[in-house]
Each structure stands twice: as C-alpha cells, then as structure tokens.
C-alpha cells in the first residue's frame, strides 16, 4: 500500500527566508505527486503537480525517485504563503495525502 | 458554478444515530470522493465513485454507506453513528482522470457524542 509522510507538522520561518516542505513517500509503482494547499478560510486546493513540472506561485517540487521524495520549495517566502500544505500521491483511482505541514510565514 | 456544495456545514449527532452528507457537484464530473480528516491528519479516502451506479471502496469504508444515481450527487450515510466517526468529512470531484486535479468542497465538520 502506499504511504505519504510529511514530517513537519509546523514549519516557521521569517519573510524573504527560503521554504522547504518535505514530503516523502512509498509506492511500489510509478508515482504521480501532488502538493495541495489549504489558506484560511478557503478550501482545500491543487497547488502543482508533479508532471507539470511547473512554478505556481513561485513555488516548484521535483520528484527524486531515488530518495522518494516530492518537497515543495520556494525561494523567498512571503506571508500570504501562510497555510496548510499536504503532499499527495495518486495510485489508480485513489489519491493518498500526508498528515499536513502548517507554513507560518512571520514578516 | 457553485462548484462542489456540501450539506450540512455542522453536525452533532448522539451516539447510534444516523444521518446523510449531502454533496453535490455541477461541473459535471463523472469522478466523486469521500475524505474524513481527523485533527492533525491528513485526509483518508472513504468511498468513491467513478461515474453514476457506480462505487468503491476507500481506506476508512467502515461504518459507512455511498450511493451514485445521478452525476451530480453522491451522499454519505452514516449508519449508527459512533464517537470515532468524529471528524471533518469533505467531498470532491474530478473532472479529467488523466490531469487528476480534485476540486474539493467546504467540509462539514461533525461530532458524536
């Protein structure tokens, strides 16, 4: 079965600072990754996806299969990044998520 | 489009109750999912559905029941609610299987006691 970790449940850092998320996961087949994003207030949403290969809102994740790992990254944090953050991997018809990392961006 | 509605956005329910999650969706997406997330988890798949009359199961399936008649609705039965059952269930859809971008509702957020 297949298994996503992430392994911050709060991250913290000041404006301007760079962004690491980690995600992490276990699936014996070919992976397709997901980071979804969760602000205040608003629903749960797709944030990219890993065979866009694509920046959204400045942030890009590459997919390492030999460390079978998917983190998310951005440069230079900014405090309307402030959410919730949860890294899926799709499997068929069923999407698995991560326990969530909480982003606290501090100006 | 009011994209993916659920119903109702609170619940507390007693312990042996039942009740039904309403979703409903207007994109018109043959792909439907039930999620809970308890406090400080990620979400767990509970029962799917890729098209109408059609329905699987997820990880979490127990104590719960899905039906898919038409497109655009897919509701949730809750048979003999238990404390365990307390949770956040938020429905979603999706509308091209090969780009697998989920749309997902509100949430309703309920609590046996």
């Known amino acids: 079965a297949q298994r996503v970790t992430q392994p911050e449940k709060l991250l913290s850092v000041f404006k301007g600072a760079p962004v690491e998320l980690k995600c992490n996961y276990s699936?014996?087949?070919?992976?397709?990754l997901f980071w979804y994003v969760q602000y205040s207030r608003q629903r749960l949403q797709l944030l990219l996806r890993h065979i866009s290969r694509e920046s959204i809102k400045g942030f890009t994740a590459d997919l390492n299969k030999g460390e079978t790992s998917f983190h998310l990254k951005k440069p230079f944090a900014q405090e309307e990044d402030s959410a919730m953050y949860y890294c899926?991997?799709?499997?068929?018809?069923?999407?698995?998520f991560g326990g969530g990392t909480r982003l606290m961006v501090k100006p | 489009n009011a994209g993916v509605t659920q119903t109702p956005k609170f619940r507390i329910l007693k312990i042996g109750q039942s009740m039904t999650l309403q979703c409903a969706q207007d994109?018109?997406?043959?792909?439907m999912y039930w999620y809970r997330q308890d406090p400080g988890m990620g979400l767990k798949l509970i029962y799917y559905s890729v098209g109408a009359g059609i329905t699987d199961k997820g990880e979490v399936p127990n104590g719960y029941n899905v039906s898919r008649s038409t497109t655009e609705d897919f509701p949730l039965r809750l048979e003999l609610a238990a404390p365990s059952q307390t949770s956040v269930y938020f429905c979603a859809s999706v509308g091209d299987p090969s780009y697998n971008e989920q749309f997902f509702g509100p949430g309703t957020r309920l609590t046996v006691l």
């Open positions: 699936y014996s087949g070919s992976p397709e």
């Open positions: 899926a991997l799709q499997a068929g018809n069923m999407l698995t």
């Open positions: 994109m018109n997406h043959n792909y």
